[in-house]
């Protein structure tokens, strides 16, 4: 079957302007024509549509599917579009996983309840920490303990991972019962708590200097997402932790 761009747009509710677009840079392009002149896209043209559809909601900039797809259609298509499957399906987990820590985090919020350590745990389990490594080698790539870490970490593997979190949980878990109950920065629980942070961050990551726990505290509250995710714990939960660290 083939169609001219009205048809497909019609079809696939994509505009002409970008159909148009797509054949100009070279994305997809109709390779038949009609009798009358009007160029026609193929059933072929469709499928590569299509597929330039999934790249995008995968998060592929345009300049990169062409080069993707050219290569990858002259082996096997079937195969592309497996992979193009194993990737969607891989979105949708984290997608689910996310709306689950959304959903525990209003739990709470709706409830009025104080938070568990399965409340917080469910909170944090949707979100992927890989997928801010980018940022983080653009603000400390070129400090020890950003290469430091680097090198710990290409050997973890997902039993290092799991217990990396299940600490990480059982500290923040620790400092927010704490905060809840009023206690001053400087006692000597809160202290302890801080102390077992930072030592937790040096054990799995780069040795963790007092200074550079400050710094941490520090962007916890200077970076509106940090603060966002923090104060999901408990309200003002960021810069507890920022003056725990500086007390």
């Not at 996310?98 to 009025?112: F, P």
């Not at 997902?158 to 949980?169: G, L, P």
């Amino acid at each position: 079957m083939a169609m001219t761009v009205g048809e497909l747009s019609r079809l696939t509710g994509i505009t002409v302007r970008a159909l148009h677009h797509y054949d100009e840079i070279g994305l997809v392009r109709p390779s038949q024509r009609s009798a009358a002149g009007y160029r026609l896209y193929t059933d072929r043209d469709v499928l590569r549509l299509q597929q330039v559809l999934v790249l995008r909601e995968l998060g592929l900039p345009l300049d990169e599917i062409a080069a993707v797809l050219d290569r990858d259609e002259a082996t096997d298509r079937a195969a592309l579009l497996r992979r193009h499957r194993e990737a969607l399906v891989h979105k949708r987990g984290q997608l689910d996983a996310l709306l689950a820590a959304v959903d525990a985090a209003l739990a709470v919020m709706e409830e009025g309840r104080a938070m568990t350590s399965e409340d917080f745990k469910a909170m944090f389990d949707g979100f992927d920490p890989a997928q801010y490594e980018d940022e983080a080698k653009q603000r400390w790539g070129d400090t020890d303990a950003y290469a430091e870490s680097q090198r710990r970490t290409r050997s973890y593997g997902k039993a290092e991972w799991s217990q990396i979190k299940s600490e990480a949980d059982a500290i923040y878990q620790r400092l927010a019962d704490l905060m809840r109950a009023g206690t001053p920065v400087d006692d000597p629980a809160v202290r302890a708590a801080v102390a077992e942070h930072r030592a937790h961050i040096t054990r799995w990551f780069y040795p963790c200097s007092e200074e550079i726990h400050r710094g941490l505290g520090a962007m916890y509250v200077a970076d509106p997402r940090f603060t966002a995710n923090l104060d999901k714990v408990v309200p003002g939960f960021a810069r507890f932790l920022r003056d725990a660290f500086n007390a």
